[in-house]
């Protein structure tokens, strides 16, 4: 590539550039913070080792943007002074001798004046009579110190040239090699100039692809920006120093990482140094795995050595960006172990069912897309400044090489530590198949551990956040994978050539790849163009999609009624005395399941952004609680990707199930009769797979979709619809009792005005019903509730404030375990508050049912609402009232040790409560009233320690006439 194609940005590019790194840095803040909030924690351990991973990829990520911000290239002064020059290039026994031949003859073809040496650490007679044929100075040593470092300064005592060069012996250089170099030493400060290190073997492999991915960034716009830093850094090739410079650090630093070590001794000496950006030499990158495991090991061992002895000596002769420069860069091989442990987090999440984030997926996606945006557009825009039009892309099997290359880095921390010597040794430039099990070992254990995780987790716990987790252990999965591929490639290469269909077959994969090439090289340079708007647009949709998602969350949720008992009518109509009490015996004694002390658990159906992932370990706890207060039935909505933990912990837990299956809502009986086919299939599915379940004890069809019939259809549809619903129901109801006549089968209503008749309807009509759950969402709703039912009954989902001094013995459910906080409802009926604290009804019923739950004795709170009107914008200011001897007292001057929470709650056109924030602590809050006031409810919460109290009303008081 010609040197004068890598032109420097213009204004406006740098402009765009840091633009996008500010909006960069400004997501990963938002990331940042977002991680940060103590309501996403999860399980701590693995939160941290969480949290460990992303803070040093942010500070990875910084120090790549913080170069990116000032890419310079220097123009190359006019050429006024001649330069004695020798070039130097090193031979270690075994190298192949074609290499350095072909190197030592690219070298006398450069055609700036200079003198070649070849420092031969074998003393070859051979390669003595190709010097001598070439004109090259054969230079060899008996005292073999300091390796490569000890060999060119064996070589600097016996020449003299004013310029250096240190060539590798694979590196064959260019003839115009020295010409953009020499010039720069016109400036006496200078003390080496670096150029590009390239290479022509990158196609051979995985790996070497792979290897030679991961130096296109850096050697690109990274060492750019050094130029910019005064931290240019010296390459162990390609490199041209200063003779003077190097003997005022007694020559060339030794160390595994010698051109590291070099370059911080000269710029400790304040010699400056530039980089070119110029493909003026072309070399070899490993191409097997073995050669590029020991280069990986040499050089991460020998940068921590650098880390730990030389830094600390030189630190106060460095610039602040010097000290910043050499203090980060070894840390790059500190990725080992943050690689690890992001294998690490999900095997141990899947073997232990615990979680590191209390986070949905969605909410994940909004808070990180910007930043992850932010980072690959940043890096396809600087890639304007990468050698050639091949090193631009996405890098991912250079990505998957270094994924694979963990335990090396690793090992180089580790050998640090101990002060383990690893011998210096050139990196192996033959290219042969080979036997790779011991250094494949590593990664097999971690793809043998990350298969048994997942096999073991989705065993274990099937559920949304285990399929999740194993999802991101597969990934594992497919980078060991690679691995293992990747270092047979050669082994493969060798068997296609051998085989005839096999090699067209292949050849015509890698004339689609060339193609494809073409087609992604387009892709980029647009999105190179486009990147500022891009970034800019990712964020904006990112800002919308966070303020609008509650907007989309009041979608029909499978379970129980949404309607919350505190907007419940509270007074029910006179009736006589003798009528109270005939009601009361039939409240306390339903005549069906008289056995059954339940309650719907309905966590399964609230997965979709709850902000605690539901668990095999979670539902063992809960069925565990149920158990002490008195609980033996409990009643799920199903089809759940929960059943099977729920079946298994139900039984260990000896708990009987209702089983219950959400109908079809009521629009569906008139204009989708398909959609009823397919539900009546999967519920008769259902039933023949559980059947055989003994933890089942009943069949229940929920929802009470024949009532609210009249609310969607006007009288000239409501008979046809209603005609619809017996024809949906009646062959279901007969296939569900043939499939499984042992089992009760019953069928949820709503206790309203119209109960007895749609009772007397439906057993008249469907005789297979064995009993109807009455869902009892208020006290109102008792008064229906009367001995003239023409059917068995039972409460299927009663609200314990309907029920309050009222307990029935049995034949009963509850609604719900617990509140339920999610991307599609809030749920405030259940017998414990979103964080798992008992409310007042716990105790009582557990008394009725004898269960063994502790006495509840907190006082009753109420919200005292300021008598001013609600006008949107204005802040008002609301109380929280105790009611303590014999009267209500405002909280804030009553002396009492509970914990206050205020919560602002948004509801849909229905009063179902679809989202919730904390508004703040304390016995009173201030409340900037939203639009719409209306839609909005303050919930306090009055806690302590695991009971608490609370109250459920409108922002003001509605107007009545």
Not at 76 to 105: N, R, S
Not at 308 to 327: D, I, P
Not at 498 to 514: D, P
Not at 797 to 819: C, H, I, M, R, V
Request: charge should be positive; include cysteine; aromatic fraction near 14%.
């Amino acid at each position: 590539m010609n040197n004068n194609l890598i032109k420097p940005p213009s204004k406006l590019q740098l402009l765009y550039l840091r633009l996008m790194i500010l909006i960069g840095v400004f997501c990963m803040l938002f990331f940042t913070y977002s991680l940060f909030k103590k309501s996403v924690i999860g399980y701590q351990p693995l939160y941290w080792l969480l949290m460990s991973t992303f803070i040093y990829t942010f500070f990875k990520i910084l120090y790549e943007w913080y170069h990116y911000w000032s890419i310079s290239v220097p123009t190359t002064p006019p050429l006024t002074k001649q330069y004695t020059v020798d070039i130097f290039t090193t031979f270690c026994a075994g190298e192949p001798y074609e290499m350095i031949v072909e190197t030592l003859t690219a070298i006398q073809a450069i055609h700036y004046p200079h003198q070649a040496y070849l420092c031969d650490e074998a003393d070859d007679p051979y390669l003595k009579s190709v010097c001598q044929e070439l004109g090259v100075h054969h230079i060899t040593r008996t005292k073999k110190t300091n390796a490569k470092a000890g060999n060119i300064n064996n070589a600097l005592a016996q020449s003299s040239g004013e310029l250096c060069v240190i060539l590798d012996p694979d590196h064959v250089p260019t003839p115009d090699f020295l010409d953009p170099i020499v010039a720069h030493f016109d400036n006496p400060e200078i003390g080496y100039v670096q150029i590009v290190q390239a290479y022509y073997n990158q196609r051979i492999g995985w790996i070497a692809k792979g290897a030679a991915q991961q130096t296109y960034q850096f050697y690109g716009p990274m060492m750019m920006c050094m130029n910019s830093y005064g931290t240019v850094q010296a390459i162990g090739a390609n490199c041209t120093f200063r003779r003077t410079a190097l003997e005022s650090i007694g020559g060339h630093a030794a160390g595994l990482a010698e051109d590291m070590h070099t370059a911080m001794q000269l710029h400790a000496r304040k010699w400056k140094s530039i980089y070119v950006p110029a493909v003026l030499t072309r070399g070899l990158v490993p191409a097997t795995l073995s050669a590029y495991y020991k280069q990986q090991l040499k050089w991460s061992r020998g940068v921590f050595e650098l880390l730990v002895t030389s830094y600390v000596q030189l630190f106060k002769k460095f610039t602040w960006r010097q000290k910043l420069h050499y203090g980060l860069l070894p840390l790059f091989y500190l990725s080992g172990f943050v690689f690890l442990i992001n294998f690490l987090i999900p095997v141990i999440s899947l073997f232990m069912d615990v979680f590191p984030l209390r986070m949905d997926f969605s909410d994940f996606l909004v808070i990180s897309v910007p930043f992850i945006t932010a980072v690959i557009l940043i890096r396809h825009f600087v890639q304007q400044w990468v050698m050639e039009d091949n090193e631009r892309g996405f890098h991912v099997v250079g990505g998957l090489l270094l994924i694979g290359t963990w335990w090396v880095f690793i090992l180089g921390f580790i050998y640090t530590l101990i002060r383990k010597d690893v011998p210096y040794i050139a990196t192996p430039k033959d290219i042969k198949d080979e036997k790779n099990l011991r250094y494949n070992l590593p990664n097999i254990v971690v793809l043998a551990v990350s298969v048994a995780a997942i096999a073991y987790g989705l065993h274990d716990d099937w559920s949304p956040f285990t399929l999740f987790m194993a999802g991101i252990v597969s990934l594992n999965c497919l980078f060991m994978i690679f691995m293992l591929i990747a270092s047979s490639e050669l082994k493969f290469q060798g068997y296609v050539g051998r085989h005839a269909t096999l090699f067209s077959m292949v050849s015509q994969v890698q004339n689609a790849k060339k193609h494809f090439w073409l087609l992604r090289r387009r892709i980029y340079g647009g999105v190179r163009k486009l990147s500022l708007i891009l970034t800019v647009l990712a964020v904006c949709i990112s800002i919308y999609a966070s303020r609008n998602s509650d907007e989309d969350s009041g979608s029909v949720v499978k379970g129980p009624s949404l309607i919350s008992y505190h907007t419940a009518q509270k007074d029910i109509l006179a009736d006589t005395v003798n009528e109270i009490k005939a009601q009361e015996q039939i409240l306390a004694n339903p005549s069906f399941f008289t056995s059954v002390k339940g309650v719907i658990y309905s966590k399964g159906n609230y997965w979709y952004k709850n902000i605690t992932p539901l668990t095999k370990k979670i539902i063992m706890d809960d069925f565990d609680d149920m158990s002490k207060a008195g609980v033996n039935t409990i009643k799920i909505y199903g089809p759940n990707i929960y059943d099977r933990s729920i079946f298994e912990a139900a039984d260990k837990k000896n708990l009987k199930i209702h089983y219950s299956f959400w109908m079809p809502d009521p629009p569906n009986f008139l204009n989708d009769t398909s959609y009823l086919k397919e539900q009546s299939a999967v519920i008769l599915n259902i039933v023949n797979k559980n059947k055989s379940n003994p933890q089942i004890s009943a069949w229940n069809l929920g929802n009470n979709s024949y009532q609210q019939l009249a609310q969607y259809y006007q009288e000239a549809q409501l008979q046809q619809a209603q005609q619809h619903y017996i024809s949906f129901l009646k062959p279901l109801a007969k296939a569900i009792k043939q499939a499984d006549p042992s089992r009760p089968l019953t069928v949820d209503l709503f206790s309203s005005s119209t109960l007895a008749s749609t009772i007397s309807l439906l057993h008249e009509q469907i005789p297979q019903i064995d009993a109807f759950g009455l869902i009892i969402n208020n006290k109102h709703a008792l008064k229906f509730v009367k001995s003239d039912l023409k059917a068995p009954f039972f409460f299927s989902s009663a609200d314990p404030t309907a029920l309050a001094g009222k307990e029935p013995s049995g034949g009963a459910f509850y609604a719900n375990w617990q509140d339920q906080q999610s991307g599609v409802a809030i749920t405030l009926d259940g017998l414990k508050d979103i964080w798992g604290r008992n409310k007042p009804y716990l105790y009582n019923i557990s008394k009725r049912w004898h269960g063994s739950v502790a006495n509840y004795n907190l006082p009753h709170v109420k919200i005292l609402k300021p008598a001013l009107t609600t006008t949107p914008g204005s802040s008002l200011t609301y109380n929280a009232l105790i009611y303590s001897y014999n009267k209500w007292n405002i909280a804030g001057y009553l002396k009492n040790d509970l914990k206050f929470e205020w919560y602002l709650i948004k509801t849909d056109n229905w009063g179902n409560a679809t989202d919730m924030k904390k508004l703040g602590d304390g016995p009173s809050i201030n409340v900037t009233i939203p639009q719409n006031d209306d839609r909005y409810r303050i919930y306090l919460v009055a806690a302590k320690g695991n009971n608490m109290t609370d109250d459920y009303t409108t922002l003001n008081t509605p107007l009545q006439n």
